[in-house]
């Protein structure tokens, strides 16, 4: 991969970005990144305190700041928070850093993995629908990444191995259109890649957005 650009993974809590990102920095030789850690060394607090003490509206700003940072770095790969791409011009500023990669999974499956792992603030007093809700709305900016890939049924190691034979392909693609020829036909309207069995959350095997 071009070492000057990141990859930014992008999902709903519980889609498994932060385990995706530290094996996928390790295979591309990359430094890895997390969003919601350069808040928390930031503020000397976790995410749950952060928003339970100071408020949602101080941690979108750290989110923004953070943004900021990141324009400065090159060759990472950075997973970002459920909610920290969810805000106007956020995903335009990401894919000029990089590509942009969604992380897919049935509701049902991301939603038993952040309840289990607690700690999850935006899940405070919501229940099962209002979350799905989240979801849904959050959806709309997902949408933009440059690859999709549904993780529900896959392993860590299954996802990653997709991953980079997607950014490969990406790369080469690029480099094609580059010198004057045609992107890959598959670039522009791919569905994610699935590990076989229907994607439960509403829309998220539809589309992938063009370059």
Do not use: N
């Not at 990144?33 to 976790?46: F, N, Q, S, V």
């Not at 049902?108 to 792992?117: F, H, I, K, L, M």
């Not at 989240?134 to 890939?149: G, S």
């Not at 791919?190 to 063009?210: D, N």
């Amino acid at each position: 991969m071009d070492g000057g650009r990141g990859v930014f993974l992008v999902g709903f809590m519980g889609a498994g970005k932060s385990t995706v990102g530290r094996l996928l920095a390790r295979r591309l030789g990359l430094c890895f990144l997390e969003t919601d850690a350069m808040i928390t060394a930031r503020e000397g607090k976790p995410v749950a305190e952060i928003f339970a003490v100071l408020g949602e509206a101080h941690f979108r700003q750290r989110e923004a700041e953070v943004l900021d940072e990141l324009e400065a770095k090159r060759g990472h790969v950075v997973a970002t928070g459920g909610g920290f791409p969810c805000r106007p011009g956020v995903m335009d500023r990401l894919r000029g850093l990089g590509t942009v990669v969604w992380l897919a999974a049935h509701f049902d499956a991301v939603y038993e993995r952040a309840t289990r792992s607690g700690g999850r603030p935006m899940l405070a007093g919501r229940g099962r629908e209002e979350v799905a809700a989240l979801l849904a709305a959050r959806e709309t900016y997902y949408r933009r990444a440059h690859l999709a890939i549904d993780t529900t049924h896959l392993s860590v190691d299954q996802v990653v191995m997709r991953l980079l034979r997607r950014l490969h392909e990406r790369e080469r693609a690029t480099r094609r259109t580059d010198r004057g020829g045609l992107a890959s036909p598959t670039e522009a309207g791919r569905a994610p890649e699935r590990a076989g069995s229907s994607v439960g959350v509403e829309g998220v095997q539809a589309e992938r957005a063009a370059e």
